[in-house]
């Protein structure tokens, strides 16, 4: 257990719960669960209940709209030549590689996954293929295929190859553009306009989005609860991003916060604390963490 007497933070409040002086255990194991007994919201509960009703309705007809949209058989062609290219490169980088070879464990599971993949090549010109608005989605796979390999061998990280020289422009193209991250995006808008609707006069969302990385989501969300939301926490596991999003949000200042927040680990030990929080956005992030079960 840790005593708030042993606790020293900068800050007034951790997501909810403000440490004061006390004896009492601020976290206890109970055999596999954990129980903090102080970690309550910062704001009396509302008892706001979504009719889901609606909200499917609402994506529905958002889903209807942007497939609508989309030229279904151009997007197959370009996937197929991007998963070659892909497959390209994964050729390329286990040739002659071995397990052993591999330094994580995380990228043993990979290898063993890229050695499983049929390696049948199919030729395509992938540019020709291409329609521009995919080039984002082609130049990430160009530049990061040919550095797979050492990236398998510990001798790069994926840091210097997403930010070279800690650049963000390279994958900011690839968030903010790309047609898999407008899609998700605007679904998650449509969601929060049939949350909207339901709201009592002068009643407030609290908005939590995890993952949320270069803010590609963030851009449209924001604006989609500008007025009708107290507080939206942008979350990630790591403040690389901050510094650039606080910039890009600043008009959103009077009600975003910035805070991490690793989803593979509970949520209660990094101090937030259960129903804090109306709403939840996860956009196309959820599938990269280590275990579901755990994030789930």
Not at 70 to 88: F, G, N, P, R, S
Not at 194 to 215: H, N
Not at 231 to 255: G, L, M, N
Request: contains cysteine.
């Amino acid at each position: 257990l840790v005593n708030a007497s042993n606790v020293a933070l900068d800050v007034e409040y951790v997501q909810g719960m403000r440490p004061t002086p006390s004896h009492e255990p601020e976290i206890v194991f109970r055999g596999q669960y954990v129980h903090v007994p102080r970690l309550v919201p910062s704001r009396l509960p509302h008892g706001f209940a979504v009719s889901f009703a609606p909200l499917k309705r609402q994506l529905a007809q958002c889903v209807q709209v942007k497939d609508g949209e989309l030229d279904v058989e151009l997007l197959m062609a370009e996937d197929a030549a991007i998963e070659q290219l892909c497959l390209k490169y994964i050729r390329e980088a286990i040739r002659d590689l071995h397990g052993d070879d591999v330094v994580s464990w995380h990228h043993k599971l990979l290898f063993a996954w890229c050695c499983s993949l049929d390696q049948t090549m199919v030729r395509h010109d992938t540019r020709e293929v291409c329609e521009q608005e995919r080039w984002p989605e082609l130049v990430l796979a160009e530049r990061c295929g040919p550095a797979l390999r050492d990236l398998f061998k510990g001798e790069i990280s994926y840091q210097d190859v997403l930010f070279p020289g800690g650049s963000l422009d390279f994958i900011l193209r690839v968030y903010e553009n790309s047609t898999a991250a407008e899609y998700y995006a605007e679904c998650a808008v449509a969601a929060l306009q049939a949350i909207k609707a339901q709201l009592a006069p002068r009643q407030m969302l609290s908005v939590v989005e995890i993952g949320a990385g270069i803010g590609g989501t963030a851009l449209r969300t924001l604006p989609a609860v500008d007025g009708v939301c107290s507080q939206y926490t942008f979350t990630d596991e790591s403040a690389v991003f901050f510094s650039h999003v606080k910039a890009t949000f600043a008009r959103f200042s009077h009600f975003i916060s910035f805070a991490l927040l690793n989803i593979d680990v509970d949520p209660r030990l990094q101090g937030f604390a259960p129903g804090a929080y109306d709403v939840a956005i996860a956009s196309n992030v959820l599938h990269a963490t280590p275990f579901m079960r755990n994030t789930m």
